[in-house]
């Protein structure tokens, strides 16, 4: 072995265009970029969904609806869920607090309970939202359904 048979490892080299680099690499001058135009100056950035001036997909599609931005967004939980947590776990007093340690929900979600399901143990529960079967569950049970 002798510095005439030394080669890089393989994969060790990219057989790249060395753009920029003076007229003998054959990419000086203009480095790749054309003559003149916004796409061959520097700072040049192509808009998001820009199309060369052709009217944009986001543009040509059409839309539909009507999007509320005040709109409240509720994370439900049924009646059976908290039967079942009744049961498993001893809880009777439920709080959004109890939901969040037990990975019903995150912190900052607002709380929803719904009335599917069958509820038979006495609780008092404190959530955002109330559905009207889910209030007549808790309380006819003799529980408390409070809206915080």
């Known amino acids: 072995m002798d510095l005439s048979n030394l080669k ?5 080299t990219k057989n790249r265009k060395r753009i920029g680099r003076g007229e003998g690499s054959g990419h000086g001058d ?13 700072g040049y950035k192509r808009k998001l969904g820009f199309e060369g001036g052709q009217m944009p997909l986001y543009r040509r599609v059409p ?20 039967q079942k ?22 912190k900052k979600e607002l709380i929803k309970i719904l009335g599917t399901g069958e509820l038979t ?14 209030t007549e569950a808790i309380e006819s049970k003799g529980g408390k359904a409070t809206k915080i």
């Not at 890089?8 to 060790?12: D, H, V």
């Open 63 to 82: 839309k539909f609806g009507f999007k509320n931005i005040n709109r409240k967004e509720y994370h439900g939980i049924n009646i059976q869920v908290i």
């Open 30 to 42: 203009t480095a790749t970029k054309g003559h003149k135009g916004a796409q061959s100056r520097s």
């Open 8 to 12: 890089p490892a393989e994969g060790s």
């Open 85 to 106: 947590m009744a049961d498993e776990k001893k809880i009777t007093s439920f709080t959004p607090e109890v939901f969040i340690e037990n990975g019903l929900v995150n």
């Open 121 to 134: 143990a006495t609780v008092e529960v404190s959530a955002h939202a109330f559905s009207k079967s889910a």
